[in-house]
């Protein structure tokens, strides 16, 4: 079974870092475009980077500067390196990502359940 598995949140103090994980588990061929979210308290889930099938990455403004998206395709795995990490960061970040799960095929949309990211002194 296919599935996106992430690691790495937890409580953290402001000015803090964290490194998000999600691999995706099960037989898949690659991983294409992939991207983090994350939704607040009270809040709409949002996009806080992406990154497409080579290395170029897309930010929001907000976290511009201090969050750096990777991927590393030998183990189809990205990341989120966190800095500077401020109490208005506080939310479950999700990973979603489109799998090609063979070579000819298409894509599949899939998300990870999410992990909580707390900032907090």
């Known amino acids: 079974q296919v599935q996106l598995v992430e690691s790495g949140g937890g409580l953290v103090q402001p000015g803090g870092s964290l490194r998000l994980s999600c691999a995706a588990s099960?037989?898949?061929?690659?991983?294409?475009?992939a991207g983090w979210y994350r939704q607040g308290p009270g809040k709409e889930r949002e996009l806080v980077a992406s990154?497409?099938?080579?290395?170029?990455?897309n930010y929001a403004d907000s976290v511009k500067g201090r969050f750096t998206i990777s991927r590393d395709n030998a183990k189809n795995t990205v990341y989120l390196q966190m800095n500077s990490l401020k109490p208005e960061d506080t939310a479950v970040y999700y990973c979603?990502?489109?799998?090609?799960?063979?070579?000819?095929?298409?894509?599949?949309?899939?998300w990870g359940q999410g992990t909580l990211v707390t900032v907090s002194s």
């Open positions: 990154i497409h099938s080579g290395t170029s990455a």
């Open positions: 979603r990502a489109d799998l090609k799960l063979v070579v000819d095929g298409p894509t599949y949309l899939y």
């Open positions: 099960g037989r898949i061929f690659s991983i294409n475009v």
